[in-house]
């Protein structure tokens, strides 16, 4: 077993500080892109936002897709039944806003997800005067220039997509909505300059040409996931998709574990199902720390019973936390940069970010687990079979 432990633990180091090298240039990423000119590319702009039900400050997320700094833009709110509980706030909400507004009704759906069938009978009803499509979700709550920003770099017509992320900020520190955001926020350190980037649902720019000719809406049609299915065909089409982190969104969340489980499950599932490469992965990554860490604690507790030194196993087992914990201070100092106005909350929190990331990889491992043997997710309110990345059975 102590042969076992030092490979593992060499190998969980040496990952662990390829990491922090990568968080590194990840601050770097993030604080060039905040200095730079974000360009003046200004073409029509449509606004996607599905709805469903009644979340944590729902009125004041859809306000703030009302009130971006850019003009030249409409939002449409889709709702998929007219008896949603949603209805009555977004109906307010576009009535009350600057931007043009409207509510669409896209109906039940066939064989793929709800939030998928919303955002196609959306695009399908769209005049061809809008140039860029824009999809955000109805649990963020993005700052006045986002919008801008997020489309401008469309202005390179050398890449196919642009996207962000979310980053949730717990509004009460209860278990499970602080694991929540501590299982959330390496996801942020996914994206980066130069990686294989995926795109977001809830904050991704793309032209109307090249959305249309990557044959997305095809994609979509027996598909749950709307990000992924977009993600899968501009990787087919060979397009590029540049991370915007100012663009970064705060979605303020609260949970029981029953939620927890549901969101975190859902989550690793559909990877599985979408992007197999990145699933198996993650997988090892969080298994191999997971696998230091039980057996660095279990050598430590030998060694102490029989009364024999263990100093060096207690640095290779804390060295890799050492490192984790570097790694999310630095992803922590991006964000802060990142979201000024939620700078003294999200530091309030700080220990949730650092500290809890310590052992959310056991989290991600029943994740993994759960992936491994159901293709069933549960996503408001509805439940979907995953046979395949093209084939969705609701149940």
Same mark, same amino acid.
């Given at each position: 077993? &102590?042969? @076992?432990? %030092?490979?593992?633990?060499? /190998?969980?180091?040496?990952? =662990?500080? !390829?990491?922090?090298?990568? +968080? *590194? &240039?990840? @601050?770097? %990423?993030?604080?060039?892109? /905040?200095?730079?000119?974000? =360009?003046? !590319?200004?073409?029509?702009? +449509? *606004? ?348």
């Amino acid at each position: 077993m &102590e042969t @076992l432990f %030092y490979i593992v633990a060499t /190998l969980q180091i040496l990952l =662990g500080a !390829y990491l922090v090298w990568h +968080a *590194v &240039e990840w @601050l770097g %990423y993030v604080r060039r892109r /905040l200095h730079a000119d974000p =360009g003046f !590319y200004s073409p029509r702009v +449509a *606004v996607l936002c599905p709805c469903k039900g009644i979340e944590p400050g729902l009125e004041r997320n859809l306000q703030s897709l009302t009130e971006f700094v850019r003009q030249n833009y409409e939002i449409f709110f889709i709702l998929a039944s007219g008896s949603d509980p949603a209805r009555s706030i977004v109906e307010r909400v576009a009535k009350g806003s600057k931007a043009k507004a409207q509510v669409i009704l896209a109906g039940s759906p066939t064989n793929c997800g709800e939030k998928v069938n919303n955002l196609r009978t959306a695009i399908e009803q769209l005049p061809p005067e809008f140039e860029v499509l824009v999809f955000a979700d109805s649990d963020g709550r993005p700052n006045k220039n986002w919008l801008h920003n997020l489309v401008a770099p469309l202005g390179d017509v050398r890449i196919g997509a642009t996207t962000t992320m979310r980053w949730l900020i717990p509004n009460q520190t209860n278990l499970p909505t602080a694991l929540l955001a501590a299982w959330n926020a390496p996801l942020v350190t996914m994206l980066s300059e130069k990686g294989k980037n995926f795109c977001w649902g809830g904050g991704t720019a793309i032209r109307r040409s090249t959305f249309e000719q990557s044959g997305v809406l095809d994609a979509w049609r027996n598909s749950v996931s709307d990000d992924y299915s977009l993600t899968r065909a501009l990787q087919h089409s060979n397009r590029s998709i540049a991370f915007v982190p100012e663009c970064l969104t705060p979605s303020y969340v609260e949970t029981d574990f029953h939620g927890l489980l549901e969101f975190t499950n859902r989550q690793v599932l559909i990877t599985r199902v979408y992007a197999d490469q990145v699933w198996r992965a993650a997988a090892f990554t969080h298994l191999l720390y997971c696998v230091t860490l039980v057996l660095g604690l279990i050598l430590i507790g030998s060694e102490f019973i029989e009364q024999r030194p263990a100093f060096h196993i207690v640095m290779l087992t804390f060295l890799p936390i050492l490192l984790s914990c570097l790694r999310s201070s630095l992803r922590l100092i991006g964000v802060t940069e990142t979201l000024p106005a939620a700078r003294s909350q999200i530091m309030g929190q700080a220990w949730i970010y650092i500290l809890f990331t310590i052992f959310m990889p056991f989290l991600f491992l029943l994740n993994f687990v759960n992936s491994l043997v159901t293709r069933k997710i549960y996503w408001r309110g509805m439940a979907y079979q995953l046979i395949g990345p093209e084939q969705t059975r609701i149940i």
